[in-house]
C-alpha cells in the first residue's frame, strides 16, 4: 500500500474537482470504501476497494467515507484511527494524518465520528449525491438523519430536493482514460501478453488446464500485478466452449486446442486477454481454418475502432466476415436470409463484440446514448473479442468441426489517429503460435 507518486496524487486531485463540476451549488457527495466481506469467523475474503471510491481518493483501505463539497472545493476523509494493536496483526493504517498528508484530504476524522458528524455536514444541502443502487445501507443512514433533520428545518433557506445517484456520474468520466491510467492499462497488457507466451511455451499435452493457470499466474504476480483481473479460464477443447468456465481441472489432450482468457490488474487496472492455441503446437487444418476466420473477423473488428465511429460497428464489421466464412465453409447457403443468419450466428457466436475495459474489467460507461449506438472517442479502452464455439453435439455445423471453441481478445485504445492494440505482444497468428510453442 506504498505512497502514491505526486502525479497519481494530482491525478485523483483533478478528478475530484471535474465530479464536482457536474454537480449544482449546494450539493454533496458520499462515497463509502468497498466492504470487507467475512469468508468465516475472523478471516475476509481478500480486500479490493470499490473501484469508484479509488477512483476518486487513491485511499484503498476499508472502513472509510469520502465526502465531496463542491462548493468549499473539499474532500473530507472518514477512515480508520491508527491502532497499533491492530497494524500488529494488519499491517500499516493510514490514520487521520495520513488521510491529510497522503490523500489530499482537507479534513479527516476517525470512521467512528461519521454519524454524528455526518448529520451536521448534510445540514442545509439541497442534494446529496451517493451511490443509489449499490449502497443500501448508506441510503438508508442518510434518510434516517434526513428525517431529523426535517423535523428541525421547516423554514430550510434552500430546500431539500432529494437523493441522486452519483454513480452515472463517475462512469462517464472513467469511460475516458487519462495518461496515467492509460500507462498503467498498457503495463497490465504487456505483462498479460507475457503470461499467454509463457502459457503457450510451458504447454503439454496431459498437462491440466490448472498448471496453465498457474503459469499465468507466475507472471502476472512476479511481474508487480497485485491480482488477477479475473479468474483465469484455461478450457481444453468443449470446455473451451463455456463462455466463464472457471474450473480448470480437467487434463488437456493431444490434438485439442485449449482457450485461455486471462489478464493481471496492474496498479488497479486490468487487462483482459485471450488466445486459443493446439495443445500440441500444431493446428490441424480444420483447426487452422476456423482459427484464421476468427482472426480475421476479430482483425476487422480492431479495423472498425476509430473516433467517431459507433461501438456497434465492431461488432457489424465482425458479423460481416463471419458470414462469409461460414457460406465459403458450405454452413450456410450462399442465398441465406437474414433470420436464418441471426439463428445460426447466435448459436455458435452468442455474444457481443466487447466492453469497455480500465478499472473494472468490464467497465463502467453507457454504451447507448439516445437510442443511438455510443461514437467512440480518443481515450476510451474496449476489448474486442469474437469467438466462435462448436461442442460436441452441435447439429448445425458438420462433426469435423466439433470440439473447438475458439475467442482471441485484445485491448484497444481509442486513439486520435484510429487506435493502439495495447496487447499485441501475445503471439496471435498462427505462424506466431506455433514458432512460440517449438521453442519450448
Ligand atoms: N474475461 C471476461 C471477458 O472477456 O469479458
Ligand atoms: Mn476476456
Ligand atoms: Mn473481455
Known amino acids: 500500500m506504498g505512497r502514491m ?63 465531496l463539497l463542491p462548493d468549499e472545493q473539499q474532500l473530507i476523509l472518514f477512515n480508520r484511527p491508527r491502532d497499533p494493536a491492530k497494524e500488529l496483526w494488519d499491517g500499516l493504517r493510514s490514520g487521520q494524518d495520513g488521510a491529510k498528508r497522503d490523500h489530499g484530504a482537507d479534513h479527516a476524522y476517525s470512521i467512528s465520528e461519521l454519524s454524528v458528524k455526518l448529520a451536521e455536514l448534510l445540514a442545509q444541502r439541497r442534494r446529496i449525491y451517493l451511490p443509489l443502487l449499490r449502497s443500501p445501507q448508506l441510503v438508508a443512514q442518510v434518510l434516517e438523519i434526513l428525517g431529523g433533520l426535517q423535523a428541525k428545518s421547516r423554514k430550510q433557506e434552500n430546500p431539500f430536493e432529494g437523493l441522486f445517484d452519483i454513480a452515472p456520474i463517475l462512469a462517464e468520466m472513467r469511460v475516458i482514460k487519462e495518461a496515467n491510467e492509460i500507462n498503467c492499462m498498457r503495463n497490465a497488457a504487456e505483462i498479460s501478453a507475457r503470461a499467454h507466451a509463457d502459457a503457450m511455451r510451458a504447454c503439454r499435452p496431459g498437462m491440466m488446464e490448472y498448471e496453465l493457470a498457474a503459469v499465468l499466474k507466475h507472471r502476472f504476480y512476479s511481474e508487480g500485478c497485485q491480482n ?34 486471462a489478464g493481471g490488474e496492474f496498479n488497479h487496472y486490468a487487462a483482459d486477454i485471450t488466445r486459443t492455441f493446439p495443445v500440441n503446437g500444431r493446428f490441424t487444418p480444420e483447426q487452422k481454418a476456423l482459427y484464421e476466420l476468427v482472426l480475421a473477423a476479430q482483425q476487422a473488428g480492431i479495423d472498425a475502432v476509430a473516433p467517431g465511429q459507433p461501438f456497434i460497428a465492431v461488432q457489424e464489421a465482425i458479423v460481416n466476415v463471419f458470414i462469409t466464412g461460414f457460406i465459403d465453409f458450405g454452413w450456410l447457403p450462399k442465398d441465406v436470409g437474414d433470420q436464418q443468419v441471426e439463428a445460426f450466428c447466435k448459436k455458435i457466436y452468442p455474444h457481443s463484440s466487447g466492453h469497455w475495459l480500465g478499472l473494472d474489467v468490464h467497465d463502467m460507461g453507457a454504451y447507448w446514448h439516445h437510442g443511438e449506438s455510443r461514437a467512440l472517442v480518443p481515450g476510451m479502452v474496449l476489448t474486442v473479442e469474437p469467438g466462435l464455439y462448436i461442442p460436441h453435439g452441435t447439429t448445425e455445423v458438420p462433426e469435423e468441426w466439433w470440439g473447438m471453441g475458439i475467442r482471441i481478445e485484445d485491448d484497444i485504445l481509442v486513439t486520435e489517429q ?6 499485441q505482444d501475445a503471439p496471435k497468428t498462427v505462424v506466431d503460435i506455433e514458432a512460440v510453442m517449438k521453442k519450448k
Open 5 to 67: 507518486t505526486a502525479d497519481f496524487k494530482h491525478d485523483f486531485k483533478e478528478r475530484r474537482k471535474r465530479c464536482c463540476a457536474h454537480l449544482p451549488p449546494g450539493s454533496i457527495v458520499l462515497l463509502p470504501a468497498g466492504p470487507e466481506v467475512v469468508r468465516t469467523a475472523d478471516q475476509h475474503y481478500p480486500y479490493h476497494q470499490d473501484n469508484d471510491f479509488y477512483y476518486l481518493t487513491g485511499f484503498v483501505e476499508p472502513e472509510a467515507l469520502a465526502i
Open 228 to 261: 488477477v483481473a479475473y479468474p483465469p479460464i484455461v478450457g481444453g477443447g468443449d470446455n473451451a466452449c463455456v463462455l466463464h468456465y472457471v474450473n480448470n481441472n480437467q487434463p488437456l489432450r493431444d490434438g485439442d486446442l485449449v482457450l485461455i482468457d
Open 418 to 423: 484510429g487506435n493502439d492494440n495495447l496487447s
